[in-house]
């Protein structure tokens, strides 16, 4: 919750420290069989003056497929912002289990650029917790804000499902969402993913999330293979919307089956102009070309 006074933090959390820090938590939480109880921590975790290394993203842009830029993209203020977000959900009072979350979905609004050489404020906090049909969910929100001048830059809401997770007086919905039929369009573009794309990912962004490392680790977490990065492949369809877009845009995606690497991802990108011909909406949709079955779908829109 925003309204209570926030956790202020020297520096950046280490998303390694995180990890291990979960897993000890929940190996303790398994032998002594403690519970949390079923209410979100109060209050945000905070770190002021942070600032990107040029280095860190240069090697992001190239990954993703962004233009080089002094300008920081959308996907690298969420990896700049995620250990923060992080740190909130590996507090002993925060009611769900870290690791084996499933990333739902993100909402990101960007309000102007931020460019690599001023410093950020970056604030995080958890809300709306909330039953699933298939377990318990929740929204992680990050905003950033410009160090000088306090004025918000970034604010991204990210969905995480706690599968199989089922809090005591947290109703769940009575009934699946009716799916919707889709049928695969003509590609304008087909990804090559190895099997070393989660690796990749996690040099640029810090996450090194098992579940996206090697075969052995993502088997260790109950994955039959390795997964690629929802925020890997959701900023790579942002980067292909290209700079259209502008410098304030809101982009939304939502996740519905895991990559497993390696793989092939087909891409669809379809434009929405307004009646004077200019760019007001670019949506799109990626999905397995050889079964047809859709990975992750969104859109991206002017402000």
Known sequence: ??????????????????????????????VLGTHTGTALPDGSHEVRGVRAGVENLTAYQHLIGETASDIL?????HALAFPLAMSVMNRDDFPLPLLG??????????????????????????????????????????????????????RGVSTYLAKGVFLPGIDKPSAPPVPVDFRTPDPTALWQLGVDTGRAYAAVSGDFNPIHLSVLSAKALGM????????????????????????AFRWDVGFEAPV????????????????????????????????????????????
């Open 101 to 154: 979350m499933i990333h739902l979905g993100n909402e990101v609004v960007q309000s102007a650029p931020v460019r690599f050489t001023e410093a950020v404020d970056i604030r995080a906090w958890s809300e709306k917790l909330r039953g699933h049909r298939s377990g318990t969910q929740l929204d992680l929100v990050a905003e950033v804000r410009g160090a000088g001048d306090g004025a918000l830059r970034w």
């Open 1 to 30: 919750m925003t309204g209570s006074q926030p956790v202020i933090l020297g520096e950046m959390p280490t998303l390694s420290k995180l990890y291990l820090n979960a897993a000890a938590t929940a190996a303790r939480r398994r």
């Open 73 to 77: 993209p959308a996907g690298f203020i």
């Open 224 to 247: 039959r293979r390795s997964i690629a990065h929802g925020m890997y492949l959701a900023s790579r369809a942002l980067a292909d919307v290209g700079a259209a877009k502008g410098e």
């Open 260 to 303: 497993f690497l390696p793989a092939r991802v087909a891409l669809e990108i379809s434009t929405v102009q307004d009646g004077d011909g200019g760019w007001q909406r670019s949506d799109y949709v990626a999905w397995n070309p050889r079964s047809g079955r859709r990975h992750f779908s969104g859109s991206v829109t002017a402000l």
